[in-house]
Structures are given as structure tokens and as C-alpha cells.
Nanobody, 124 residues
Framework: QVQLVESGGGLVQTGDSLRLSCAVS????????MAWFRQAPGTEREFVAG????????YYAESVTGRFTISRDAAKNTVNLQMNSLKVEDTAVYYC?????????????????WGQGTQVTVSS
């Protein structure tokens, strides 16, 4: 298991940018798939963006393509989510999640580790 701690959430306005960070620690995770999911009240957890730690390969939900960028910093053991042109509908708790092998999964049930989440609120 790995330990995941998210940070960087906050209250912003429509069109603003925000950068989330996930600190990763624990066992070796070079083969892991890392992803960001989000969950708004009364909804199911939704895939946002994913990345394979080994080579930085990425994949995105259609709703954030062109606005969000997922990346990793191997020196700091962090996975980051740069969010630009934020919309009210991006409001949610954002979770960093880990899967122990490479798979471009968009299903939260595949991921075996996750953090406590960080709140992102976008006001109009």
C-alpha cells in the first residue's frame, strides 16, 4: 500500500486556475497508475485524469481535456493536477488514487489506495 495526501484545494472563481498536489509515500510505486477522481455531493466518484508513474503516460476525462493537466514529479514523489479555466461544475472533493499496475482505468473501484481528499469550490 501507498499513502496519499492531497493538498491545494480552495475557493476560486470561474475561469481561475488551481494546482492540486498529491504526496505519495510507501512501497515502490514505479509501476503504479495514479489518478485524480472527484466527487460532488449526491454523485458518484468521477474519473478526472490518470498517469502511469513509469513513463508519465497520461489519459483524461473528456470534460477536462484541454483544461487540466496531470503530471508527476519523481524527485518529490508527487502527482499534480493543474486545473485551468475552472467552471462551476468542477466543484467537488478531489481524490488522489493509486492502482498497483498499469491500466488506463477510469473506474474508482479498480483503485486500491486513496487519500482523504481536498475540496475545490468554483464560484460564478
Amino acid at each position: 500500500q501507498v499513502q496519499l495526501v492531497e493538498s491545494g484545494g480552495g475557493l476560486v472563481q470561474t475561469g481561475d486556475s488551481l494546482r492540486l498536489s498529491c504526496a505519495v509515500s510507501g512501497r515502490t510505486f514505479v509501476q503504479y497508475t495514479m489518478a485524480w477522481f472527484r466527487q460532488a455531493p449526491g454523485t458518484e466518484r468521477e474519473f478526472v485524469a490518470g498517469l502511469w508513474w513509469n513513463d508519465g503516460r497520461t489519459y483524461y476525462a473528456e470534460s477536462v481535456t484541454g483544461r487540466f493537466t496531470i503530471s508527476r514529479d519523481a524527485a518529490k514523489n508527487t502527482v499534480n493536477l493543474q486545473m485551468n479555466s475552472l467552471k462551476v461544475e468542477d466543484t467537488a472533493v478531489y481524490y488522489c488514487e493509486a492502482l498497483t499496475y498499469y491500466r488506463a482505468s477510469r473506474s474508482a473501484t479498480d483503485f486500491t489506495s486513496w487519500g482523504q481528499g481536498t475540496q475545490v469550490t468554483v464560484s460564478s
